[in-house]
């Protein structure tokens, strides 16, 4: 059986080179943990897990923070109020933003915070 052929050198070299650029760009994305820690790492805090929430917390100062990323914003605010349940620390939220895309997430946050009144600090994880 002979197999046709579809394109010469020119178009084999342009698709290893898109292969080679999607297989690096792969590699630079970490999960919400990787970026969580070396944002709380920053402040001199600590990443705590708990069991009632997925998303790491992060401790530092006066704050216990949820991060996510940005598509997950609504999560950071509960799990940001039940970090503090058990303790004397203030919650926050800090959203993950990969893209300048993921900006209208942390403005529809704050909206959110600002219309019901939360007492709830954001701040923003950009990689």
């Not at 590699?27 to 790491?56: H, K, N």
Request: with cysteine; net charge positive; charged share 20%.
């Amino acid at each position: 059986m002979r197999y046709k052929k579809i394109c010469g050198r020119p178009c084999a070299a342009l698709l290893l080179a898109l292969a080679l650029a999607a297989s690096t760009a792969k590699a630079t994305v970490f999960s919400e943990a990787q970026y969580a820690r070396a944002w709380c790492q920053e402040r001199q805090g600590r990443i705590i897990r708990l069991t009632g929430t997925p998303l790491p917390i992060c401790e530092f100062g006066q704050y216990r923070v949820a991060a996510a990323f940005a598509t997950n914003w609504a999560a950071t605010i509960g799990s940001a109020y039940f970090a503090t349940i058990d303790s004397d620390k203030k919650p926050g939220a800090a959203l993950i933003l990969q893209n300048k895309g993921d900006r209208q997430y942390y403005n529809l946050l704050n909206r959110v915070i600002g219309k019901q009144h939360l007492p709830l600090r954001t701040w923003i994880i950009q990689p």
